[in-house]
Nanobody, 117 residues
Framework: QVQLVESGGGLVQAGGSLRLSCAAS????????MGWYRQAPGKQRELVAT???????TYADSVKGRFTISRDNAKNTMYLQMNSLKPEDTAVYYC???????????WGQGTQVTVSS
């Protein structure tokens, strides 16, 4: 079992920055790739960024150049640095962790990010 807890969300003005954290606990040795997803009201959950255990990252086109995903395997924590935030970035942000050797993944409870114009 893996437990994920997000933190760092909040209210920020357009152009501002936030840093989200996702702390993993439990069977953390089994975690492979991790990612951030977001869901805005009335919309489907969408992928924001992913990072492998060996730090290869990918980004949605909408956040490239503004967001940076990172992870500290020793601390079992993943981060999302969000700069130049826009109102359309407003959403609940979720942390996801996939197991290395099993077809299973885990989700955090989400953290709200609100960007005012």
């Amino acid at each position: 079992q893996v437990q994920l807890v997000e933190s760092g969300g909040g209210l920020v003005q357009a152009g501002g920055s936030l840093r989200l954290s996702c702390a993993a606990s439990g069977s953390t040795f089994s975690i492979g790739a991790m990612g951030w997803y977001r869901q805005a009201p009335g919309k489907q959950r969408e992928l924001v960024a992913t990072i492998t255990r060996t730090f290869t990252s990918t980004y949605a086109d909408s956040v490239k150049g503004r967001f940076t995903i990172s992870r500290d395997n020793a601390k079992n924590t993943m981060y999302l640095q969000m700069n130049s935030l826009k109102p359309e970035d407003t959403a609940v942000y979720y942390c996801n962790a996939a197991l290395q050797f099993r077809a299973r993944d885990y989700w955090g409870q989400g953290t709200q990010v609100t960007v005012s114009s």
